[in-house]
């Protein structure tokens, strides 16, 4: 098939924080030397109009990205410098900051925050609106951003990445072309950065292709499940609340966060590490059952939901980022692992993660050489940053908890005092699917059923529900985009062994194991997938693979 082919100086994949963050330096620091070199400042050549472009799956910037999070504004402080009078949406200052301790009725308010949920100084933002705002300074920057751009693959030669496949349109479910077929652009870049987020698919092919995860410990994973309420009192926006407890255990990583916004918005959410034991692990459920408590209940008192979500989150920390260079390439964000599971945030990171590779691709410029003996300088640099020297800190954090929560955090406690160490450094890690136990196992009995619960439609909401407030949307004539590589081992070693866990652990109701001539078989709604990649995490076989669907498709998170 003949492909159109777009040519391009440098290429952003994911519209994010670390994508825009790195487009918006480099352009920067490129104008810099253009105005140096033409005033007689600097000798030598200037670099002309490059042209930087960000591409994106969602149907609009910042449709996939989830409304609330605290924000640390060091590194979008550092970002506008050179963008003068230009200040990020935020929503509010951060008021107040606690940590409450939940039985199964009751809620204790800690003395004392913990210093790394302490927020005095930060911002409560919208995601979505942030990455919007970062997407407009880009295009009034020069640089392009276009939404519907799935990349789908990589594309090299020898071991160099020369760019990327965009994905076709107009393909039926049986894999035909339809009569609004559109076949997939080559776009081809001197150099590439990925900042897809968690998991991403061309990370992915690059990790496996080129060992970029060799001597690097596996990524540990949580799943964050939000949803987004208004309420009809008057609420004070900035007020930040962690909760340690109900309703989980203490065999299980997670807790619950409560962000107010303006407009009487509440940002209500739950993490759980996606590394558990138990084969019946349902994070929605375990959300909606938090919500049940009567504290939450309190604050949602008379409130409607207004939207929901779900995202995986990179927590392994320092020795679970893959290598982020190679020749053509440069990885970015969450997709690298730039993330503080300790302090739930990785937005200032990520921005700082793209300047960083903004400034190796300039140097990459300036020298016209873009292999791996010049990037590297990418991770020089962030070796000498203050990011690394956070991540240093918490490098052992997470790793903690997989051997239970109060081991956890006695080993939180030593790595406090010992910048990171603990008793051991560093500590082992194991892949989240590797520790899911089978039913016999886990319960004592082959056939032990998961346990379910009622939902009432104004508290607490049935995942089919809760995707209707996700604004999720596929078309459905085409192919699947979760591949499932063994349909046999998903109806016969999987029922026996773990009991479908995947219709448990995604929170979209996209897995189903439905009667079929008097067998069960699975059957999978794409349609209803959130792109959070708990399956591609998760799955214990490690036979789910998630692609990107046609552009456009998926959640439509409003920015609110």
């Not at 001197?190 to 690059?206: D, F, H, M, W, Y």
């Not at 699917?433 to 607490?460: I, N, Q, S, V, W």
Request: with cysteine.
């Amino acid at each position: 098939m003949e492909r159109e082919q777009l040519e391009v100086d440098v290429l952003f994949v994911g519209a994010g924080p670390a994508s825009l963050g790195g487009a918006l330096h480099l352009s920067r620091l490129v104008g810099k030397h253009n105005e140096a070199v033409k005033s007689g400042q600097h000798s030598g050549q200037g670099l002309g109009d490059l042209t930087l472009l960000v591409i994106e799956k969602s149907r609009g910037i910042g449709s996939h990205a989830l409304s609330g999070a605290v924000v640390d504004p060091r590194a979008f402080d550092e970002l506008l410098e050179g963008f003068d009078g230009e200040t990020p949406p935020y929503d509010s200052p951060v008021e107040d900051d606690a940590l409450y301790i939940l039985s199964k009725n009751k809620s204790f308010r800690s003395a004392i925050t913990p210093p790394p949920l302490r927020n005095h100084g930060y911002y409560v933002a919208s995601l979505g609106r942030l990455v919007k705002w970062m997407a407009e300074l880009s295009e009034k920057n020069g640089i392009d951003v276009y939404p519907e751009f799935p990349a789908v693959e990589l594309l090299f030669e020898g071991d160099s990445v020369i760019g990327v496949r965009i994905g076709d349109k107009g393909v039926d479910k049986d894999g035909n072309p339809k009569l609004n077929f559109e076949p997939g652009i080559d776009v081809l870049a001197k150099v590439t950065v990925l900042g897809e987020g968690p998991r991403g698919t061309l990370t992915l092919q690059a990790e496996r292709r080129l060992n970029l995860n060799e001597g690097r410990h596996p990524q540990i994973y949580s799943i964050g499940v939000k949803e987004i309420w208004q309420v009809p009192r008057d609420i004070q926006p900035g007020l930040v609340y962690h909760t340690l407890g109900f309703p989980l255990g203490t065999q299980e990583f997670g807790g619950g966060f409560i962000y107010t916004m303006n407009n009487n918005l509440i940002d209500l959410g739950y993490v759980v590490g996606l590394d558990s034991e138990n084969p019946c692990l349902d994070a929605h459920h375990l959300f909606q059952e938090f919500k049940t408590h009567p504290f939450i209940r309190e604050i949602l008192e008379g409130g409607k939901v207004l939207s929901y979500g779900a995202k995986i989150i990179p927590e392994g920390g320092y020795y679970s980022m893959p290598r982020f260079y190679a020749n053509g390439l440069l990885i970015v964000g969450d997709s690298a692992g730039f993330l503080n599971a300790q302090r739930l945030k990785g937005i200032h990171l990520a921005i700082k993660s793209g300047m960083l590779a903004a400034e190796t691709i300039f140097e990459a410029l300036l020298k016209g050489d873009y292999s791996a003996a010049t990037l590297k300088s990418y991770q020089d640099r962030f070796e000498k940053s203050w990011a690394k020297g956070e991540l240093w800190r918490v490098r052992n954090f997470r790793q903690a908890f997989q051997r239970g929560f109060w081991s956890g955090m006695f080993h939180t406690g030593l790595q406090f005092l010992t910048n990171g160490r603990g008793l051991k450094d560093p500590l082992s890690t194991m892949p989240g699917h590797a520790r899911m136990k089978k039913l016999k196992d886990y319960f004592g009995k082959p056939d032990a059923e998961c346990e379910t619960m009622p939902f009432d439609g104004r508290l607490t909401f049935d995942k089919l529900t809760d995707v209707y407030f996700s604004n999720t949307a596929h078309e459905e004539d085409q192919p699947c985009h979760l591949k499932i590589l063994d349909f046999d081992i998903c109806h016969n070693r999987c029922t026996r062994e773990y009991g479908n866990p995947c219709q448990h652990f995604c929170p979209a109701h996209v897995y189903e194991m439905v009667e079929q001539d008097n067998k069960a078989r699975l059957q999978v709604n794409f349609s209803n997938c959130v792109h959070c990649k708990t399956c591609d995490v998760m799955d214990p076989y490690q036979i789910i693979v998630w692609t990107p669907p046609e552009g456009g498709g998926g959640p439509d998170y409003k920015n609110m």
